[in-house]
């Protein structure tokens, strides 16, 4: 589904955040990113819907090469959703009212059709009471489940999450991860960027480590958690785990 | 001060047959705001366009927006009005230049258009400003969902900071308003013109100023709070635009 | 294009168009900034000195200043001035006053107006602790402005205060409505005596503009310094 091979990106001319990263996401596979911030995690997701520009090697999504020029971009990018660490819902418009504009001006559903959509995948994460409100008037929790339908709303075919609980409150966490469990049981195929190494162990089938723009260790979860290859991996995960 | 007062001067006939002084005044009233409206039309057109093209990742874009904005913003407007009004008609073609002169009301028009430009420069700035302080995410929120760069900005990008900026938008229409008296310099009788008139026939120069003055005052309180009620109405609850 | 234009007139006249308008507008620029800085930290200090009187005095002035058409104060003063002038020397009669004068105390109280406003902003940019720490001190409240928020106050808005002169330098050009010999006024004079008014009007143009943009840009590179260093 995802194919990433020897992508390099820099940051200036000095400054590499990428090192020919290689890597692949089946159909269905949940695959877990982790590493120290700065690691390049959230830079290599945001490659494979090309928000971020990449400069040699190449992504290819679905069969699609992300980093042509004639790919259709937006077309593309309406065909994986994403899940911001900061939510990102629009402000100025109202709960349903986000999770309808793409499906809207993107996809060309007509209202109607947008609003079931939406109502439904509401009902889904559990908020369908809070449709008619504003993103500033709920919980950073409920935002980003709204955000998570709203990528939904679109039929993605693969979900790209980037730090999606870091932003939260504690005690906001789980209710985030368990949609995203339930997704992943649902066989959604997923790349996580996240420190939550229980929702790893849960639902991951792969661990990727990155460290200083490096792809360190590509491993099966029970490889990873059982005997880390790498000190880096090692080092990185008696720190998160200890406390 | 040994100034002979004449409060009721406002109701003796003007010269010119038209009506009283302050029938005279009315229309100066009348001509400012017709002016303002209009210059701030144009203002606020010529400014979004601008102010969007400096935000764009485009280096072409923003030089283009950069230039337009030093070039309005850096000569008087007293400067800019004599350009448009007693140069630009030299300069095109002769037939088109014998048209500027003859055009009915050309310092109406020399007056709105060239305030308008003036203040575009302006609003190009506080729009470029307001998107600069939208978070990058909500960019690539848009663009992640698959919207166009158009559609992100139609959509998003645009609702939220023209509501940031609203405040500061509110004191530049004012300005746009308050500029149009510098078109007395190339004979729009608008308000200070119809004052400065009124005080020549009548020699009760302060009357006239006074007079003047309260409706300037007018003008400022219908606009603050005309713009009071749109942010009011606007506003999206929960969220602070003052962060 | 240009044939029929005598762009010599700009050469002739250059001696009187800088030596008189630009010394001028100079002058005027100058003091007035300076006249207007210190009257608008009064007034900034005066709203922000938690008397409600003195408070809404200097609101109200500033209100005032800020809704009214430079054009429109410049003719106020041109004919009040004579009266003030009147009772401050107790006269018998209006006295008369300099065009310079006249434009100069326009220009103060007027641009005081604005200053005023970004000095106040610059005076609460400083954070709460600063004056509290002083106050600890044993400082006096004056001591405490003198010594403790002012400098840094000026400090951050002297890029803001800048470009405002900037703005003021543009503004002086409106002393035309009175025939005043500034800059513009020198150009105008030649343009209507010679019949070149592209030639002048082009030529005042570029020559305003080549100024504001070197001060902005010096402004700019200032600005980058002071947030170097903070």
Redesign the interface.
């Known amino acids: 589904m995802i194919e990433i091979s020897h992508v390099d990106k820099w940051y200036g001319p000095n400054f590499q955040a990428l090192k020919d990263c290689t890597t692949s996401v089946a159909k269905g596979e949940v695959v877990v990113v982790c590493g120290p911030s700065g690691s390049g995690k959230s830079t290599l997701i945001?490659c494979v819907?090309a928000?971020e520009p990449f400069q040699s090697g190449q992504i290819i999504l679905d069969g699609i090469k992300v980093n042509d020029p004639k790919t259709d971009l937006?077309?593309?990018?309406?065909?994986?959703?994403?899940v911001?660490?900061?939510f990102?819902?629009?402000?100025?418009l109202k709960i349903i009212e986000n999770l309808c504009?793409?499906q809207e001006?993107?996809?060309g559903r007509s209202h109607d059709e947008a609003m079931v959509k939406g109502t439904k995948l509401l009902d889904r994460v559990g908020l369908k009471e809070q449709a008619r409100?504003?993103?500033?008037?709920l919980s950073g929790g409920q935002q980003q489940r709204v955000a998570i339908a709203?990528?939904l709303a679109?039929d993605p075919i693969a979900m790209l999450f980037d730090e999606p609980t870091s932003a939260l409150d504690p005690e906001m966490i789980s209710e985030v991860l368990d949609v995203m469990v339930d997704l992943a049981r649902e066989g959604m195929t997923m790349m996580v960027v996240t420190h939550e190494m229980g929702f790893a162990s849960k639902v991951a089938h792969r661990v990727i480590f990155m460290d200083g723009g490096e792809i360190v260790e590509d491993a099966l979860k029970s490889d990873f958690f059982g005997s880390p290859r790498s000190d880096r991996a090692q080092k990185f995960l008696s720190k998160i785990l200890s406390h | 001060m040994n100034y002979n007062w004449n409060w009721s001067i406002f109701f003796e006939p003007a010269p010119g047959g038209t009506g009283t002084y302050f029938n005279m005044l009315l229309s100066g009233l009348w001509l400012t705001i017709q002016t303002g409206v209009f210059a701030w039309i144009i203002a606020l057109v010529f400014g979004s366009i601008i102010g969007v093209l400096r935000t764009l990742p485009s280096k072409t874009a923003y030089w283009v927006g950069f230039a337009y904005v030093e070039f309005f913003r850096n000569m008087p407007l007293l400067v800019q009005l004599f350009l448009w009004f007693f140069v630009l008609p030299e300069l095109v073609p002769r037939s088109w230049g014998l048209w500027l002169k003859q055009l009915p009301n050309a310092p109406f028009y020399t007056a709105a258009i060239g305030v308008g430009l003036f203040m575009s420069a302006r609003v190009a700035v506080q729009l470029a400003a307001g998107i600069a302080s939208l978070p990058r995410g909500q960019k690539q929120a848009a663009t992640a969902l698959g919207l166009t760069t158009v559609q992100s900005y139609r959509y998003v990008l645009l609702p939220i900071a023209f509501r940031i900026i609203l405040p500061p938008l509110t004191s530049e229409f004012l300005n746009t308003i308050k500029n149009t008296a510098v078109a007395i310099t190339i004979g729009l009788i608008e308000l200070t013109g119809q004052a400065r008139s009124m005080q020549e026939f009548s020699f009760q120069v302060f009357e006239a100023f006074t007079a003047a003055t309260v409706m300037y005052l007018l003008i400022n309180i219908i606009v603050v709070t005309g713009m009071r009620f749109l942010e009011r109405s606007l506003a999206i609850p929960g969220y602070i635009t003052g962060k | 294009m240009f044939a029929s234009f005598d762009f010599d007139v700009i050469r002739r006249s250059l001696g009187y168009l800088f030596l008189d308008g630009m010394a001028f507008t100079l002058t005027l620029t100058g003091l007035s900034a300076l006249g207007g800085i210190i009257f608008g930290t009064l007034i900034a200090l005066m709203r922000l000195s938690g008397y409600k009187l003195l408070g809404h005095i200097a609101g109200l002035y500033v209100d005032l200043m800020r809704s009214l058409p430079l054009v429109l104060v410049i003719f106020w003063f041109y004919f009040l001035m004579p009266y003030v002038g009147q009772w401050v020397t107790g006269a018998s009669r209006p006295i008369s006053v300099g065009a310079f004068t006249s434009a100069l105390v326009t220009f103060i109280m007027f641009e005081a107006a604005y200053f005023s406003e970004i000095m106040r902003a610059g005076i609460q940019s400083i954070s709460k602790g600063q004056p509290a720490a002083a106050n600890a001190l044993g400082l006096t409240y004056a001591q405490t402005m003198r010594y403790v928020v002012l400098p840094q106050a000026f400090r951050n808005m002297l890029p803001v205060l800048l470009t405002q002169t900037i703005v003021l330098f543009q503004d002086t050009s409106l002393v035309y409505v009175l025939s005043m010999p500034d800059f513009l006024g020198a150009a105008s004079k030649v343009a209507q005596r010679d019949g070149r008014l592209v030639e002048m009007y082009l030529f005042a143009a570029i020559v305003y503009f080549v100024i504001s943009c070197t001060a902005s840009f010096g402004v700019r590179r200032l600005q980058a310094r002071i947030s170097i260093v903070r």
């Open positions: 945001k819907n928000l937006p077309k593309l990018r309406a065909r994986v959703g994403m911001f660490q900061h990102e819902l629009f402000p100025h504009l793409a001006k993107v996809l409100k504003y993103p500033a008037e709203r990528a679109m």
